[in-house]
């Protein structure tokens, strides 16, 4: 097995388990803490637009390597292991019907990048 295919295994396993902590999150005996370490991960994971643009060298891709991964093997920890089984089992279906897209997770990495662009005016317009 190449190195490429082993990063793809570990890619799969990853988008798996993001889809897992979806149905997780939406478990009742999830406890609150979980579900909000859960959403988190999972509006990022599923949001289309990341924290640190992929166009940008190195830092792009970087986010998602280490960001996602973190988040995922955090959340997996505070949720009961009971319910980790059952939604690892239930996430063969939610694959088979298609990506969700998450536009909470959109929303918020819109907000964050709205406002750092506006310290950053803000910052500029201190200095003149």
Known sequence: MTVLQRWKQRAHALKKE?????????????????KAVAALVVAYAFSPIDLIPD????????DD???VPLGVALALRL??????????AKT?????????VSWGGVVIVGVI????AGLALWFIARLF
């Open 18 to 34: 993001v889809y897992a902590l979806y149905l997780a999150y939406r478990d009742p005996r999830t406890p609150w803490y979980a």
């Open 55 to 62: 166009p940008i060298p190195v830092l792009g891709y970087l």
């Open 65 to 67: 390597l280490v960001l």
């Open 79 to 88: 949720i009961p292991p009971e319910v980790v089984a059952d939604s690892r």
């Open 92 to 100: 063969e279906e939610l694959l088979r019907a298609g990506k969700p």
């Open 113 to 116: 990048w709205i406002t750092l």
